[in-house]
């Protein structure tokens, strides 16, 4: 071997040392998972439940918000006038369950003895007079016809004391319980109509769900809003996860719960505690955009790892890097890991 193959070997050997000192050579520890992926959030689509113009848009793009804050208001002129009206409604049925329950008044328990007892009384002048016409037509004294008029006389006055009898009789049991059941069912079906105008009305504000950031404002005041149609797009800044992939023989060194941490580009150095929160059940072709070291054409995982941010740094689509701890004694606590935490 002359002097240049002697020169080429120092120079291969020299070369692979380089190689292998090279930043995008370096090894991580075997105890550490890497993974590489996205910052995901969850956005909301918001929008009234209820029909009508917006009256007004208390918010705009990039403000950030609390949950329970009101965001829009609708004109409720046309719902106002219906809670109103659905409540005229339940008091005016109200007052009739009211008086059919109390029963009949005294004072109209009085009046219809008191018929009775004209009824009576005309009865029996109908009935003396009709014995005195009979008795003349008897004699020839007087017109078989008068006898039979004063007759006919007599027998509408029994009549017209039955029906007053029957009248007393009426108003001293009172209403049917039939009558007041029906009373009771059309108050409590007005009450639900009330409850459902009050519902609407209550509708016409709307409300931020959770926290988060209002990324678009579609609608303006004077639109016409519908459950149909979106008012803001709410970006929810908790929780805020990695949307990472893990080939199939790493899937045994990971579970849910391990903790990892997290670095961005945007942010060199720091690091992000975060935790393996979810993989999933089903295999997938690596995203496109997702940059590995392996073959793009590797089935994997996908691995949802909840990571703390604090100070809102961390932004929708942001390249990320986890480094799960394999060896770490670290775990989060059950109750800081989301029960549903779902697919988007």
């Given at each position: ?34 993974l590489y992926g996205n910052v995901d959030i969850r956005d909301v689509e918001l929008a009234f ?164 950031v209002i990324q678009e404002r579609l609608l303006e005041p004077g639109d016409m809003a519908s ?94 890097t986890v480094r799960v701890l394999l060896n770490s004694s670290r775990s989060n606590p059950p ?10």
């Amino acid at each position: 071997m002359g002097f240049l193959g002697v020169l080429l070997i120092f120079a291969l050997a020299g070369m692979q040392v380089v190689w292998r000192n090279w930043p995008w050579s370096v090894r991580e520890p075997v105890d550490v998972l890497v993974l590489y992926g996205n910052v995901d959030i969850r956005d909301v689509e918001l929008a009234f439940n209820n029909s009508d113009r917006i009256a007004r848009m208390l918010v705009k793009e990039g403000d950030r918000i609390s949950a329970g804050q009101l965001l829009a208001v609708l004109d409720t002129r046309r719902l106002q006038a219906a809670v109103a009206r659905a409540g005229a409604q339940v008091d005016a049925q109200n007052q009739a369950l009211t008086r059919l329950v109390n029963g009949t008044r005294p004072e109209d328990i009085r009046k219809a003895g008191a018929d009775v007892e004209m009824a009576k009384a005309e009865l029996e002048n109908a009935r003396r007079t009709s014995a005195r016409r009979q008795s003349l037509a008897d004699k020839n004294a007087g017109s078989k016809q008068d006898a039979d008029d004063a007759q006919a006389a007599a027998a509408t006055a029994e009549a017209r004391l039955a029906a007053a009898q029957a009248i007393l009789d009426l108003a001293i049991a009172g209403p049917r319980r039939e009558d007041i059941e029906e009373a009771r069912a059309t108050l409590a079906a007005l009450q639900a109509q009330l409850e459902a105008a009050r519902i609407e009305l209550a509708d016409a504000d709307l409300f931020a769900p959770a926290p988060g950031v209002i990324q678009e404002r579609l609608l303006e005041p004077g639109d016409m809003a519908s459950p149909q149609k979106p008012v803001f797009t709410l970006a929810l800044t908790d929780p805020v996860w990695i949307r990472a992939y893990a080939a199939e023989p790493d899937l045994g060194k990971i579970r849910p719960g391990m903790a990892a941490e997290v670095e961005t580009d945007s942010f060199p150095g720091k690091r992000y505690p975060a935790w393996v929160g979810f993989i999933s059940p089903t295999a997938e072709f690596t995203p496109k955009s997702v940059e590995v070291r392996q073959l793009r054409t590797r089935l994997v995982y996908q691995v949802r790892v909840f990571v703390q941010n604090p100070a809102d740094e961390l932004r929708l689509g942001m390249p990320a890097t986890v480094r799960v701890l394999l060896n770490s004694s670290r775990s989060n606590p059950p109750e800081a890991v989301p029960k549903d935490p779902g697919l988007r």
